[in-house]
């Protein structure tokens, strides 16, 4: 029974990649064919000075989940999962930096809880990066099995 269990969860887990892989791939396509990310009302001009690194996260992204559909040892997922988080970790700074998001025309202050939801990703994504170095290092290790 146990071997049908781990089977069922290597169905999921692959089943999981190629689900994400096809979001990536929606949202690259969704952002930069005409007229993409020009026709979101509160995206300035200046979103394209980070549109590449949102590119660039989508496609490594597109790029590990189909790796991750073929292969998915648990150190690869612990690779690229910290790859994809240092990664995202740029683009939202420099997201926080450029800031291309004007709310002027809705009502409340949307600006400052746009601002709140980036620094808690940031915050989230700088935890999130040392525990998968260590998961990585148990998994090289041989401390923890593939499940």
């Known amino acids: 029974m146990t071997a049908t269990v781990s089977t069922a969860r290597k169905t999921g887990r692959k089943a999981g990649y190629v689900i994400l892989a096809a979001?990536?791939?929606?949202?690259?396509?969704?952002?930069?064919?005409?007229?993409?990310?020009?026709?979101v009302d509160v995206l300035t001009p200046s979103t394209s000075e980070i549109i590449g690194w949102v590119n660039l996260l989508l496609a490594f992204g597109l790029a590990v989940n189909v790796l991750y559909s073929a292969y998915d040892p648990l150190w690869l997922l612990d690779l690229g999962d910290l790859a994809t988080s240092a990664l995202g970790l740029a683009a939202l700074i420099q997201i926080w930096k450029v800031f291309p998001f004007d709310f002027s025309g809705w009502p409340g202050d949307w600006g400052q809880i746009a601002r709140l939801v980036l620094i808690v990703a940031i915050v989230g994504t700088v935890i999130a990066i040392p525990l998968q170095v260590i998961g990585l290092v148990r998994h090289l290790a041989g401390t923890e099995e593939d499940k």
Do not use: D, E
Request: hydrophobic share 55%.
């Open 23 to 39: 979001l990536n791939t929606a949202m690259l396509v969704a952002i930069n064919v005409t007229p993409g990310w020009r026709s």
